[in-house]
């Protein structure tokens, strides 16, 4: 007989989500991570030049990731994000023009209209035009408010189509909309269908006027949850094993066991949690009726993101982070504020970096070093010490239309259950789409 409940496999935010929320339910879980740490795409390395710790990626959490909050107070890491109050974002446009989005505490949709009426990057006709989404908008928190997955767009709309149907015009598409679809869906606008952004803005601009406000961990990446999450499951009589390559055997239409290498585990639920790109490798020899999920997720495309570290000689960003419209850095991060470090850390992300990730890393940092001294004057007379490109190739799935559909939490196979931010949760592939999964996971082993 197996010692364990449930093996979750998989040691990101679905795995540890559903690993933790089972726990908390009172069930025994071992958690198999294949690489030497745990975190996945949502993690941190030791720089071996410094031997620094440094994310793979800046992460932003929203305030209406309702269930990563749920899941970081579940295993005591919720007070490591800086949540700010109300939505505010500072801007520098492509003319060198900075400005400031703050949103006031009003009911949906006003605040975002009040603080778009407020802000001096648009003109009057800008402003009128902003107005122009709000039913859109209602009409979508009515739908998600009534519990309808579907929402009122063609599968093949892409973000900028359903944003210019609906009466944006291209200075909001080049200062709000093309900035919040590139970090909210790693895509561009052009590329990625309305549905997922959609969603997205609903819950941003819904009811609470603080799901918009912007959260930064104040620790790195696997300091944040991953390994509060381990110590959680571990101290409720589960383990986490890491270094640990895991592959699902099926027998008869059910999960029969699970292999490390040549060991053999036995649990009556397993979740997997690994990504799209990893389903393939996980089932050596499936049960014929995963067929076309695993045809489904071997097709399903990526889309990467690229960051630069940059180490400046003095401090040359005054807040922690700033929107950078209209360049191949979207958005940069100040990393001594969010941190508490001494030295000028920036983080300088391009989301849906196809058109540089496979540049060299010398022109990667050329670029980001030459769009931030156009933007910020205090970098000009700065000295770069030191930078480091991260690039994630598939950080997330991608939202073109036209990929395979995403599939449930239930599989065929009894025993059997699906998380992982591709999971289909309507999000687009974000932490918050990650721990959704695993929690829906973890409520379908304790329904079982
Ligand atoms: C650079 C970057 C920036 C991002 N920025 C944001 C952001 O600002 N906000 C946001 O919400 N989201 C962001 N995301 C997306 C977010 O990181 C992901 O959506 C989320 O981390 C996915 O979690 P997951 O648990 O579903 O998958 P993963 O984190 O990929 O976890 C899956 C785990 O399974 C493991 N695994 C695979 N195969 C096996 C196997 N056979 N056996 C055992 N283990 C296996 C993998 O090693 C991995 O650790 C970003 C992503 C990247 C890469």
Redesign the pocket.
């Known amino acids: 007989m197996s010692s364990y409940d449930a093996i979750v496999?998989?040691?990101?935010?679905?795995?540890l989500s559903a690993a933790s929320a089972l726990s908390e339910a009172g069930a025994r879980v071992l958690v198999?991570?294949?690489?030497p740490g745990?975190?996945?795409?949502?993690t941190a390395f030791t720089d071996p030049a410094t031997g620094e710790v440094v994310d793979?990626?800046?992460?932003?959490?929203l305030g209406c990731?309702r269930e990563t909050f749920r899941f970081l107070r579940r295993v005591g890491a919720d007070g490591d994000v800086t949540l700010q109050r109300r939505l505010a974002v500072e801007m520098i446009d492509a003319r060198g023009r900075r400005s400031r989005l703050k949103c006031p505490a009003l009911p949906a949709p006003w605040h975002l209209l009040t603080g778009l009426l407020g802000w001096e990057a648009l003109g009057i006709r800008d402003r009128l035009a902003a107005l122009r989404i709000a039913p859109a908008l209602r009409a979508a928190q009515a739908r998600l408010a009534r519990g309808e997955a579907g929402l009122d767009v063609a599968p093949d709309e892409t973000v900028e189509q359903w944003l210019a149907a609906h009466g944006q015009n291209a200075r909001l598409r080049e200062m709000l909309w093309e900035p919040l679809a590139l970090?909210a869906l790693?895509q561009s606008p052009r590329e990625a269908a309305a549905g997922s952004f959609i969603r997205v803005l609903a819950e941003m601009f819904g009811r609470d006027p603080d799901a918009a406000a912007i959260g930064l961990p104040a620790v790195p990446l696997d300091r944040l949850y991953a390994e509060p999450a381990r110590r959680f499951v571990e101290a409720r009589g589960g383990a986490v094993r890491t270094g640990?390559?895991?592959?699902v055997h099926t027998m008869n239409g059910r999960v029969s066991h699970v292999t490390v290498r040549e060991e053999r585990l036995e649990a009556p639920h397993v979740i997997t949690?690994?990504?799209w790109f990893?389903l393939e490798?996980?089932l050596p020899d499936p049960d014929p009726s995963l067929a076309g999920l695993i045809r489904d997720a071997t097709r399903l495309g990526s889309s990467p993101?690229v960051?630069v570290n940059m180490w400046f000689d003095r401090p040359v960003l005054d807040v922690p982070f700033l929107g950078l419209p209209g360049r191949a850095m979207q958005w940069v991060f100040e990393k001594r504020f969010v941190f508490g470090e001494q030295a000028s850390h920036l983080s300088l992300?391009s989301s849906g970096a196809e058109d540089i990730v496979a540049r060299s890393n010398d022109e990667i940092a050329a670029l980001a070093v030459e769009e931030i001294r156009a933007a910020l004057p205090e970098a000009r007379q700065a000295a770069l010490t030191r930078a480091k490109v991260?690039r994630?190739k598939r950080?997330?799935f991608s939202l073109k239309p036209g990929e395979p559909p995403r599939p449930g939490t239930r599989t065929p196979v009894a025993g059997l259950h699906l998380?992982?931010?591709?999971i289909d949760t309507g999000l687009p592939?974000?932490?918050?789409?990650?721990v959704v999964?695993?929690h829906a996971a973890a409520a379908a082993v304790e329904s079982a």
């Open positions: 496999i998989g040691g990101g935010f679905a795995g198999l991570e294949a690489r745990l975190g996945g795409r949502a793979n990626g800046q992460h932003v959490l990731y970090a790693n640990a390559p895991a592959r949690s690994v990504p990893a490798d996980l993101i960051t992300v991260v994630e950080a997330t998380a992982g931010d591709w592939g974000t932490i918050e789409s990650a999964s695993g």
